[in-house]
């Protein structure tokens, strides 16, 4: 299943691409959830799609990402404050008596300055990193649908909960962020032939056995380990990412967009790093009949996967 995407979140792309329109709407109410307290992951890519308000609502995003950029920094140097006299303290013990106690302060005040460091710095900058557009489940990502005859971005969760469905939902089925292809007409019934989108990505993460990655058999004994790899297309290219997606109401609660990438079996360079699935990607002669399915014909839907762009994909140690 495909844990984690990075995925392109270039606005101007969208529209130039598919003429597509952004749902302001939409992003100002996450970004107002996150500003709120509520526990919504936005990457800094898709908070760059605002770096330079065209209009009134785009300079509201870009002041509520201030904010939230601005509050974040202060506990982050509040953190840093605390721990770095919970390390001036560890060391005035152990220049005393070394104890366990006083070494294991020192080490956790250090960890944890090192770790506020590297979210400030973050924060900081201003130029783009590749890891600013990696998704992980439960992120928010641009995803292309269609509504009412026209191409719109909106912000949706990288794990789909399904209208209808209670809140539960998301802990009894943590792995709805992938949709296997051979339950479309099962588990996703209901969105499948109904609800379709797009990410567009260049590149997924996978965990693998790094004793599968290896070739290598495990002794009696032996305990294997996680590795994660990087896969991307050679030669590169933007993957249209085949999604299903819903919008979810709840009493009392505010409306979730969310969304599940389809997967299917791997080619065999993604089996042969060991790994068992693969996302979809669908070919853009393909994108309209993708986005506004006709529900009565499913086996038309099946062709678009069947179908799909087939590249090589090469493979690394993710950073």
């Known amino acids: 299943m495909c844990y984690s995407a990075q995925i392109k979140a270039d606005y101007l792309r969208f529209v130039r691409t598919f003429g597509a329109r952004l749902d302001l709407q939409e992003f100002i109410r996450i970004y107002w959830e ?22 009134d609502d785009e300079q509201r995003i870009k002041a ?21 006299k919970r390390l001036a303290d560890a060391e005035r013990a152990l220049q005393v008596k070394a104890t366990k106690a006083a070494a294991e302060s020192k080490r956790i005040a250090t960890d944890k300055i090192e770790a506020a460091m590297r979210r400030l710095d973050d924060l900081r900058r201003t130029e783009s990193k590749p890891r600013d557009a990696r998704i992980f489940p439960g992120h928010y990502a641009p995803v292309l649908i269609e509504q009412d005859g026209q191409r719109v971005v909106k912000p949706m969760r990288y794990q789909c909960r399904p209208a209808g469905q209670p809140a539960m939902y998301d802990r009894k089925y943590p792995g709805t962020y992938n949709a296997r292809r051979d339950n ?9 032939g109904y609800s379709h989108g797009i990410m567009v990505a260049n590149a997924f993460y996978e965990n693998v ?10 002794a009696k004994g032996e305990k294997d380990a996680n590795v994660v790899l990087e896969f991307k297309p050679n030669p590169p290219i933007d993957m249209l990412v085949a999604c299903l997606w819903s919008r979810w109401q709840g009493k009392d609660e505010p409306d979730l967009l969310s969304f599940a990438a389809i997967t299917d079996e791997p080619p065999p360079e993604i089996a042969a790093a060991g790994h068992d699935r693969c ?3 669908i070919q853009w002669a393909q994108v309209d009949a993708w986005l506004s399915p006709d529900t009565g014909e499913l086996a038309a839907q099946y062709a678009i996967l069947d179908a799909r762009e087939r590249p090589y994909y090469e493979h690394q140690l993710a950073a």
Not at 184 to 192: A, D, H, S, T, V
Not at 209 to 218: F, I, K, V
């Open 34 to 55: 996150r500003e709120q307290g509520q526990a919504t992951k936005i990457p800094k890519a898709v908070d760059a799609f605002f770096s330079e308000p065209q209009s």
């Open 64 to 84: 509520m990402i201030d904010r939230f950029n601005q509050v974040q920094s202060s506990k982050l140097e509040k953190e840093l404050f605390v721990q770095r």
């Open 184 to 192: 479309l007409e099962g588990f996703w019934k209901q969105l499948f």
């Open 209 to 218: 056995s790094a004793a599968r990655l290896e070739g290598h058999t495990l």
């Open 279 to 281: 996302i979809i990607p």
